[in-house]
């Protein structure tokens, strides 16, 4: 057993203080600090938390890469590579976002996947896949390669239905949406909206026959327009979970509050996008098979296409309570508990619950990080 004191912990509606988190690799318990004398003496490690929030481990449903490598290397280096920096960021599970690529690198970065989730996790646990492309439009192609898109195939996934969590996919790209109702009636994978030119009429009857989740929302998509509301129209009508890129780039600010009041705290997920330049300084980088540019922090393509973001997902939950007035337990939530409960794991992660996976985060009122734990085993300390 296990002990964090002198911490303020977050739970989903309060911030608990004078209490010691008991762990080991799922969570034992909560007592009061004033009673919890010589049970610490049997802890096999007491970490002082100094003041410090404890928070759950955070859950990005959305990256890339980071660090100077990418999901799509299709290398094991790459992945605990990813693994380990995303801790430092509080990330304690992610999972692992390919691009539209050509078929051959795509099933080589999902079969390293498939064989690195089998392993224990020096930094992040790899949840799964986040299959962003191939079946996407071109007009909003963002930062995929076009050449590379094509229309939806149940036999394109087939193998790696084990793996595969979500699937961004264009749904005015599925002829009377049968990749839709197929991967519903034969998978769990989650269907998302994204990079999609879709009138809103297109994207109703697409949430209807199963897409439950938006891809970045408001980025590579249809926007919002009084006479035409588009795929964004569609995901503010509906309650659908809706992705946010939280770095003040991608969306303007105002935005999220307005995002937050219309679908509700319960319905926003935080994610980052993150690509291979992420954690790094401005320079030149890469993003598909594409040469991008970092500067200032943020990622473009050379046409000038925003290229994914550096973001960190601790930073992204900051600029939420920042630009929104949300505290700290309904902020974390949406990067956290939301996640989970959209990947049917918030049985096992997501908050500090007794019986739920040890990961957690011990981070300051700037949410700058100090300890990652994972499934009770410490992965990042400053």
Same mark, same amino acid.
């Given at each position: 057993?296990?002990?964090?004191?002198?911490?303020?912990?977050?739970?989903?509606?309060?911030?608990?203080?004078?209490?010691?988190?008991?762990?080991?690799?799922?969570?034992?318990?909560?007592?009061?600090?004033?009673?919890?004398?010589?049970?610490?003496? $049997?802890?096999?490690?007491?970490?002082?938390?100094?003041?410090? +929030?404890?928070?759950?481990?955070?859950?990005?449903? !959305?990256?890339?890469?980071?660090?100077?490598?990418?999901?799509?290397?299709?290398?094991?280096?790459?992945?605990?590579?990813?693994?380990?920096?995303?801790?430092?960021?509080? %990330?304690?599970?992610?999972?692992?976002?390919?691009?539209?690529?050509?078929?051959? =690198?795509?099933?080589?970065?999902?079969?390293?996947? =498939?064989?690195?989730?089998?392993?224990?996790?020096?930094?992040?646990?790899?949840?799964?896949?986040?299959?962003?492309?191939?079946?996407?439009?071109?007009?909003?192609?963002?930062?995929?390669?076009?050449?590379?898109?094509?229309?939806?195939?149940?036999?394109?996934?087939?193998?790696?239905?084990?793996?595969?969590?979500?699937?961004?996919?264009?749904?005015?790209?599925?002829?009377?949406?049968?990749?839709?109702?197929?991967?519903?009636?034969?998978?769990?994978?989650?269907?998302?909206?994204? !990079?999609? *030119?879709?009138?809103?009429?297109?994207?109703?009857?697409?949430?209807?026959?199963?897409?439950?989740?938006? $891809?970045?929302?408001? *980025?590579? /998509?249809?926007?919002?327009? !009084? &006479?035409?509301?588009?795929?964004?129209?569609?995901?503010?009508?509906?309650?659908?979970?809706?992705?946010?890129?939280?770095? =003040?780039?991608?969306?303007?600010?105002?935005?999220?509050?307005?995002?937050?009041?219309?679908?509700?705290?319960?319905?926003?997920?935080?994610?980052?996008?993150? /690509?291979?330049?992420?954690?790094?300084?401005?320079?030149?980088?890469?993003?598909?098979?594409?040469?991008?540019?970092?500067?200032?922090?943020?990622? &473009?393509?050379?046409?000038?296409?925003?290229?994914?973001?550096?973001?960190?997902?601790?930073?992204?939950?900051?600029?939420?309570?920042?630009?929104?007035?949300?505290?700290?337990?309904?902020?974390?939530?949406?990067?956290?508990?939301?996640?989970?409960?959209?990947?049917?794991?918030?049985?096992? &992660?997501?908050?500090?619950? %007794?019986?739920?996976?040890?990961?957690?985060?011990?981070?300051?009122?700037?949410?700058?990080?100090?300890?990652?734990?994972?499934?009770?085993?410490?992965? +990042? $300390? +400053?």
């Amino acid at each position: 057993m296990k002990a964090i004191i002198n911490g303020k912990i977050i739970t989903e509606k309060e911030v608990l203080d004078n209490r010691i988190l008991l762990y080991s690799d799922k969570i034992l318990g909560f007592i009061e600090s004033k009673t919890a004398g010589e049970l610490l003496q $049997t802890c096999q490690e007491v970490i002082d938390a100094k003041g410090n +929030y404890v928070s759950p481990g955070f859950i990005d449903m !959305h990256l890339h890469g980071s660090g100077g490598y990418d999901i799509m290397d299709g290398t094991k280096e790459s992945l605990a590579a990813i693994s380990s920096i995303v801790a430092k960021n509080g %990330v304690t599970g992610v999972l692992a976002t390919t691009m539209t690529m050509n078929r051959d =690198k795509i099933y080589t970065a999902l079969d390293n996947i =498939k064989h690195f989730m089998g392993k224990e996790a020096q930094g992040a646990k790899i949840l799964g896949v986040h299959l962003e492309g191939p079946f996407i439009n071109k007009k909003y192609k963002g930062a995929q390669a076009d050449e590379f898109i094509t229309k939806p195939d149940f036999s394109f996934i087939e193998k790696y239905v084990d793996i595969i969590k979500v699937i961004t996919l264009a749904p005015e790209m599925d002829e009377n949406y049968k990749f839709i109702k197929e991967v519903k009636e034969k998978t769990k994978i989650i269907l998302s909206i994204g !990079h999609s *030119n879709a009138e809103y009429e297109q994207a109703v009857q697409a949430i209807e026959n199963g897409v439950s989740h938006a $891809t970045h929302t408001f *980025n590579a /998509m249809t926007p919002l327009n !009084h &006479r035409n509301p588009g795929v964004v129209g569609a995901i503010l009508n509906s309650d659908i979970y809706c992705e946010l890129i939280a770095d =003040k780039i991608h969306v303007h600010p105002a935005i999220f509050k307005i995002l937050a009041t219309i679908k509700g705290m319960d319905k926003v997920i935080l994610i980052t996008d993150s /690509m291979r330049a992420g954690c790094l300084h401005d320079g030149i980088s890469e993003l598909g098979g594409q040469k991008v540019i970092i500067k200032n922090n943020i990622a &473009r393509l050379e046409d000038g296409t925003l290229a994914g973001s550096t973001l960190k997902l601790n930073q992204a939950i900051k600029n939420f309570m920042d630009y929104t007035g949300n505290g700290i337990c309904q902020a974390v939530k949406l990067a956290s508990l939301n996640p989970a409960k959209e990947l049917g794991i918030e049985k096992d &992660r997501g908050s500090l619950e %007794v019986g739920k996976y040890s990961d957690i985060v011990i981070l300051d009122e700037e949410f700058n990080v100090f300890k990652t734990i994972v499934e009770g085993k410490t992965v +990042y $300390t +400053y």
